[in-house]
């Protein structure tokens, strides 16, 4: 069946814009989760959805970072006003529960000039 | 501290041989566990659950010690395609998320 998508696979945006990121996820997962991974560095964990669930935001950076998910559904990631240190691939993965095995999308390279 | 720690490395093996990383944990109370791999510029995908009474896929053998709070990737006979960042990751039961190291990078040469 279909894995995880996510789109666009590239952004190049100028500082200051806004971005907005998609994922979706594989149908009749109810977990689905945003990272982060700057180049070289480890995973670095952002916002989690499960089910009907208030997320679990502790990963945001800033306030500048937001997420949405309809349902159990598409998920998209904005991050306002954006600075060169957002430049990263933002990955997204989805599971059946929250505790089972992640399935990650190709992940979007963000970069800000 | 860190939830999950690992050593980065980079290890350098050459082809054939064996090679074992090891990852700790720090709470006692976690319930799952994971290896994932990880390609250069590739989204993680997960290579093996690691289960208590351990457990072998092929040339890999997952350990995990309760007691000591660490688990373990053994790789036999090592190939180039085994080249990659191996990511152990520690689920904590209910609806938390699974918690990710940050990886140890394996280079495997000819």
């Known amino acids: 069946g279909a894995g995880v998508s996510q789109s666009p696979s590239n952004k190049v945006t100028e500082k200051g814009k806004d971005v907005e990121l998609r994922c979706d996820p594989i149908s009749g997962h109810t977990a689905l989760y945003w990272y982060r991974q700057r180049l070289g560095q480890g995973l670095e964990f952002l916002i989690y959805f499960q089910g009907n669930s208030a997320p679990d935001k502790s990963g945001l950076p800033s306030d500048r970072f937001s997420a949405e998910r309809t349902g159990e559904s598409v998920s998209t990631l904005t991050i306002q006003r954006t600075q060169q240190e957002d430049s990263a691939v933002y990955l997204c993965?989805?599971?059946?529960?929250?505790?089972?095995?992640?399935?990650f999308g190709p992940g979007t390279r963000l970069l800000v000039l | 501290r860190k939830e999950v720690e690992q050593d980065p490395g980079p290890f350098n093996v050459p082809e054939g041989a064996t090679v074992a990383f090891n990852c700790t944990y720090s709470?006692?109370?976690?319930?799952?566990f994971f290896w994932y791999r990880q390609d250069c510029r590739k989204e993680p995908k997960l290579l093996m659950s690691v289960y208590s009474s351990g457990n072998e896929d092929g040339r890999f053998t997952a350990q995990l010690n309760r007691a000591s709070q660490y688990i373990s990737l053994l790789i036999r006979d090592s190939k180039l395609s085994d080249s990659a960042t191996y990511l152990c990751?520690?689920?904590?039961?209910?609806?938390?998320?699974?918690?990710f190291g940050s990886g140890t990078r394996l280079q495997v040469q000819p």
């Open positions: 990751v520690v689920g904590r039961g209910g609806r938390r998320a699974l918690t």
């Open positions: 709470n006692s109370a976690s319930q799952s």
């Open positions: 993965a989805s599971s059946l529960t929250a505790q089972e095995t992640q399935y």
